[in-house]
């Protein structure tokens, strides 16, 4: 049985097409409809100016809290609606509650959403995101967790080595390999995986 922990902006919801299109809006940008960054940091699109800026505006926009799923909610909701599922995720923490009912509007259910990851935002104390699972973990349950960049599958991995981690794919982490990390071309897999859990 699963204990389950994913990943929300990138992962869930698509914060890269709510960012992008909310940046190319404000600064006027020429770019494509169906651009897509290279960049963790869109540095393929904007100066580390205009990213600063742009998140500023954004995470003041209400495009920050009406991101698309990145998965059909109610597959989701079947496939993982037997296990404790929590959603951890690395914005503002002042912001969570607006990500939450981002979620619940798009129809996701969820036992409880957490900010955690290596981007430190000022005035909130940091967690890793395995900071987070180990409060919440089921000693009985295999940790599943899914993020879409390397250094938090890395980080779980370390303090969980026994968990499933998938790693979902970006342009940004098409570099990355690692053995006993799982990569996800698509949610097709992660949801035909979980079909089958592992026992304990």
């Known amino acids: 049985m699963y204990c389950c922990f994913f990943d929300v902006d990138g992962v869930l919801l698509d914060f890269e097409g709510g960012f992008t299109k909310t940046v190319k809006d404000y600064f006027k940008l020429d770019v494509a409809d169906d651009f897509v960054s290279k960049s963790f940091w869109f540095s393929d699109l904007l100066t580390k100016e205009q990213v600063m800026e742009g998140w500023d505006y954004f995470l003041q926009s209400s495009e920050f809290e009406e991101l698309e799923p990145m998965v059909d909610p109610e597959q989701f909701n079947a496939a993982f609606g037997a296990y404790p599922v929590h959603f951890i995720t690395n914005i503002p923490l002042d912001c969570l509650e607006r990500r939450k009912k981002n979620l619940r509007n798009a129809g996701f259910k969820f036992d409880s959403a957490h900010c955690a990851g290596f981007i430190d935002y000022d005035g909130y104390s940091t967690q890793t995101k395995a900071e987070v699972i180990k409060e919440l973990h089921q000693e009985e349950k295999t940790v599943m967790f899914v993020d879409d960049h390397p250094d938090n ?3 779980v991995r370390e303090s969980f080595p026994e968990a499933e981690i998938w790693l979902m794919s ?8 690692h053995p006993e990390i799982r990569r996800a071309r698509n949610w ?3 949801l035909e995986h979980s079909g089958n859990p592992p026992t304990r």
């Open 153 to 155: 599958c890395l980080n």
């Open 170 to 177: 970006r342009p940004f982490n098409d570099d990355f390999e």
């Open 188 to 190: 097709t897999e992660v």
